[in-house]
Each structure stands twice: as structure tokens, then as C-alpha cells.
């Protein structure tokens, strides 16, 4: 007996969905950026949370087209960032990385087994077979991450990789030396 589940194709939930299908017809209806093409414009990736709070292009003054954008919960530097680097280097026009995690990060307010903890006791899943990456130093993972990136034998020699805290109360970046 098979563990798989059988896939079966689904209808599209639009109902759940209707406000996400009316946005894109608005957006659709002035979209200016068909001439964009896959390349980074700007050389530059940014590796940033999944936090809705934060947009990253306007955050450093760009544009669609100018930046890749990598979002995780806690900006971490995983093995798919790793993957997603050498491929946006090599392939598409990366030349340097942004490692930006945030302040009032969620990922950063507690240990791992409280978030495992909190879902189980919440939803009743079990969830300590995924890595969530909590932090309790942002700025020590920010340098480990950054680290990681700087010393990623697959990435380029020539690579520039920085790091920098993204205040979500003023807007600013915190550089910080690595």
C-alpha cells in the first residue's frame, strides 16, 4: 500500500480567492512592466522575512526589475537561499546580497520548542520535524548568515554580500559590520 495521496485535480477556489482576482484585474489593467526581463537589474538580491510589513524594493529604492527578492520567515540563510544565490548569480545578473532580517520579528521572540509547542497546543500538530529558525540574537544570526553566504563555495569569489536590520518602526537600515 502506497503512503502517497493520490492527487485529484481541484476547481480553483475562487470564491476564497475573489479579492486576489479583482486585485490583479486593477493591476493588470496599468501594468507597465511587460518589457522587464528575468535579469537583476541592479545587481542586487535581497534576502528579507516573509513579514507583510516590509517592501523590499521600496525599502531601497527600487524597482520592479532592479532587485531578486528571497523571503523566509526570519530572513534566514537555508540551503534553498544557498540554491536560489548561485542561480540568480551565475544566471541572472546578482552581483551582490542583502542579508535584511527585521525588527518585531516574530522568528526572534522565542525558542524553537515554544513555537512548536504553541501550534501543538493550539492546532494539535506536531511540528518538531521542521526547522523554524528562531533566533534570540538577530544581530548573531545576521552575522552568521552573512557569514554563511561570504563563504558559500558554489557562490562567486567576487560576490558582495552585506548585512542589515530593517527597522520596522522607522523605516531605516542598520548596517552592520561583518
Given at each position: ?18 479579492d486576489?482576482l ?12 511587460s ?14 522575512c ?7 524594493l ?28 548561485v ?12 542579508v ?35 533566533v ?26 552585506g ?16
Open positions: 500500500m502506497s503512503l502517497e495521496k493520490t492527487a485529484v485535480l481541484q476547481e480553483f477556489p475562487s470564491e476564497a480567492f475573489g486576489v479583482a486585485g490583479n484585474v486593477e493591476y493588470a489593467s496599468s501594468f507597465t512592466s518589457d522587464l526581463s528575468g535579469w537583476a537589474a541592479q545587481g542586487l538580491a535581497i534576502v528579507t516573509m513579514d507583510s510589513r516590509i517592501d523590499p521600496r525599502v531601497v529604492g527600487m524597482a520592479s526589475g532592479d532587485a531578486k527578492i528571497l523571503r523566509n520567515a526570519g530572513a534566514r540563510v537555508t540551503e534553498d537561499v544557498l540554491r536560489t544565490l542561480l540568480a548569480t551565475y544566471l541572472l545578473g546578482v552581483k551582490r546580497v542583502l535584511m532580517p527585521h525588527t518585531d520579528c516574530k522568528m526572534a521572540s522565542g525558542e524553537e520548542a515554544d513555537v512548536h509547542a504553541l501550534i501543538a497546543d493550539k492546532y494539535g500538530i506536531d511540528t518538531r520535524s521542521v526547522e523554524i529558525r528562531t534570540t540574537d538577530q544581530r548573531a544570526a545576521l552575522i552568521t548568515d552573512v557569514v554563511r553566504v561570504r563563504s558559500y563555495p558554489l557562490l562567486p569569489p567576487d560576490l558582495v554580500v548585512g542589515a536590520l530593517f527597522n520596522v518602526r522607522t523605516g531605516l537600515l542598520e548596517p552592520m559590520d561583518v
